[in-house]
């Protein structure tokens, strides 16, 4: 058998010699398109090195998701519309082209996410590492929902119900989900802490008798470093069910204390106490002076309240105010020969009683 009437076999439909010079103008088609696509994707990176804009990045890193098995596949769809096909290969044509078409459709959603998602990151930089992992977690689930759309839309340009696989699933997808209930429940509340970000890594909060900084924002638990060191755990669900006092999103903090002054304490020195204490808290550049009042009459001193405002929401700026208001508030009460109150309690002895007293005892 020599070789031309090997090439002259017929295969569904078409000669080897006709199979052979298709093969190969689709290998010609998919190296000319893949050719151009390097160069496409090579002039679009040089122009973006040189843009500020996002745009051409944009079209870069898509052409990039552009699938080399696909443009064959693509190449080869092309040459058999010069083939003598049956019905049903031009069918399953049809078929294989509606999933390509889907399928890189998916990579280039998914190049889009990837982009858009690499320029959150960038934006955030390395000032939390929760919602870093939590941008990355949005992106895998956009994602996961493009990829179950396309599924759904290729199913149905194939011709099928996706209404009957849709039903099926879902029964599926109900008891999947009431094993999964807590699971699932942590993570939607995970994505609203996302959304709605109540707080963030390094807030100071307070959750019911818990306080702490948060450490870590995970897809089901999130971690506080408490005061005294140990590392809390809660599951997202239950925390966002609780009440939580953020502390870092205070812009100042309103600090209420009093004192007692002794009642020997004369008139004059009674009216200037609010001023010397206004005096004494505007002294203190991150503090703001409310007010200051004679309160009441206490059992053994004359009681004032004071409020002031701290600047800024850190607690250890807080602390240090509050010790130099006290420190200036002694000292200068000192200088002013005003006497701070403690608790005493005076015995008044009738002299004629006592004189009384000693008569009787001497007869």
């Not at 078409?14 to 010609?28: F, I, K, R, Y």
């Not at 080869?76 to 049903?88: E, R």
């Not at 550049?285 to 009042?293: C, E, I, L």
């Not at 200036?328 to 000192?334: A, E, N, P």
Request: glycine fraction near 8%; charged fraction near 20%.
């Amino acid at each position: 058998m020599n070789i031309q009437e090997i090439l002259s076999r017929i295969y569904l439909g078409n000669s080897v010699e006709t199979w052979l010079w298709a093969l190969g103008a689709a290998c010609v088609l998919a190296f000319v398109f893949n050719f151009i696509m390097k160069r496409l994707v090579k002039s679009f990176s040089s122009f973006a090195e040189k843009t500020e804009t996002d745009f051409d990045d944009l079209v870069s890193a898509l052409l990039k998701k552009t699938s080399i098995v696909l443009i064959l596949i693509f190449s080869v769809y092309i040459v058999t519309f010069f083939l003598d096909l049956t019905q049903q290969i031009r069918e399953f044509r049809k078929s294989v082209i509606i999933i390509c078409v889907f399928v890189q459709v998916g990579f280039w959603g998914g190049g889009f996410i990837d982009y858009y998602v690499s320029k959150k990151l960038a934006g955030v930089g390395t000032k939390a590492g929760s919602t870093v992992t939590h941008i990355k977690s949005l992106g895998f689930l956009v994602k996961l929902v493009l990829w179950v759309v396309l599924g759904i839309l290729t199913i149905d340009n194939l011709g099928f119900d996706p209404t009957a696989i849709i039903a099926g699933l879902g029964v599926g997808g109900i008891a999947v989900a009431l094993a999964l209930q807590n699971v699932l429940g942590d993570l939607i509340a995970s994505l609203s802490i996302i959304l709605d970000k109540p707080f963030e890594v390094g807030d100071y909060v307070v959750i019911d008798n818990i306080s702490g900084d948060v450490e870590h924002i995970g897809l089901k638990t999130t971690r506080i470093r408490s005061l005294s060191g140990e590392q809390i755990v809660l599951s997202n669900n239950d925390l966002l069910q609780s009440r939580i006092k953020n502390y870092k999103r205070m812009n100042n903090r309103r600090i209420l204390f009093s004192l007692g002054v002794v009642y020997e304490t004369s008139y004059d020195k009674l009216r200037r106490i609010p001023e010397l204490l206004k005096e004494i808290i505007d002294s203190e550049p991150k503090a703001r002076f409310a007010r200051a009042h004679f309160n009441n009459y206490g059992d053994f001193a004359l009681n004032y309240d004071i409020v002031y405002f701290v600047r800024t929401p850190s607690f250890d700026d807080y602390m240090d105010i509050q010790q130099n208001v006290n420190l200036k508030i002694f000292k200068r009460f000192s200088e002013e020969g005003i006497e701070f109150a403690y608790p005493t309690r005076k015995i008044f002895l009738d002299s004629t009683d006592v004189a009384s007293t000693g008569s009787e005892a001497g007869d």
